[in-house]
């Protein structure tokens, strides 16, 4: 028997999108909507994919790179998809995994044009509690992004809204030329995540 979650993907426009053209998953429309709004990937940039299981984004971005660019993700588990050429995937946990094995996983130890983090917690069903995480994570991609990140690079993080926020968007202004909170229009409605885009890196 399906379950909620199957039969509510099954009457999403996004989600039959997504598997009509060959995509991971419905949040390759996300990051299409901030690629369009902010050109965050052009053809030759190295990106960054944290949480990137299943792997909607590592597609959309190795697509847009072309063969002369380079797309590393990690996620705490491997992807069942199969990588393009200009892809390699990590397993581990950004929490503890040493920052300089992200750079080495480049053809050559290089700076990262653009960092993106699309990842969320294990939500526990209590707001502040979920939150607190999604805040843990989000300062992590931001830290990986200023340590590994290219001069004039850009910043894409997914975090959940609450009492931590305003001091999240605070360090990434201090850190980018220009800072946009945005919802997707693929977000679901119910959902509390919001991404925060800082272009122009100090």
């Keep these: 028997m399906a379950s909620l979650r199957d039969r509510r993907n099954r009457k999403d ?8 053209e060959g995509f991971a998953a419905r949040s390759v429309f996300k990051l299409d909507e901030l690629d369009r709004r902010f ?62 094995h992200l750079r080495d996983a480049l053809p050559r130890p290089d700076c990262f044009h653009t960092v993106l983090s699309d990842m969320a917690p294990d939500t526990t069903g209590i707001p502040f509690t979920d939150q607190t995480r999604s805040v843990e994570l989000f300062l992590r991609a931001l830290d990986l992004a200023l340590e590994l ?12 809204m609450g009492d931590g926020f305003q001091p999240v968007l605070e360090q990434v ?12 229009d693929a977000s679901r409605k119910s959902s509390s995540e919001v991404y925060v885009v800082g272009t122009q890196r100090r």
């Design 13 to 20: 426009s996004y989600y039959r999108r997504a598997k009509r």
């Design 149 to 160: 990140g290219c001069p004039k690079g850009s910043f894409v993080g997914k975090v959940f």
């Design 39 to 100: 050109r965050l990937i052009r053809p030759g940039h190295r990106v960054l994919d944290l949480g990137c299981r299943p792997g909607s984004w590592l597609q959309y971005a190795a697509a847009h790179v072309g063969t002369d660019g380079f797309v590393v993700g990690l996620d705490r588990e491997a992807l069942t998809e199969t990588l393009p050429d200009n892809t390699i995937v990590l397993v581990g946990d950004v929490l503890t995994l040493p920052s300089h």
């Design 173 to 184: 202004r201090r850190h980018f030329g220009r800072t946009k909170t945005v919802k997707p």
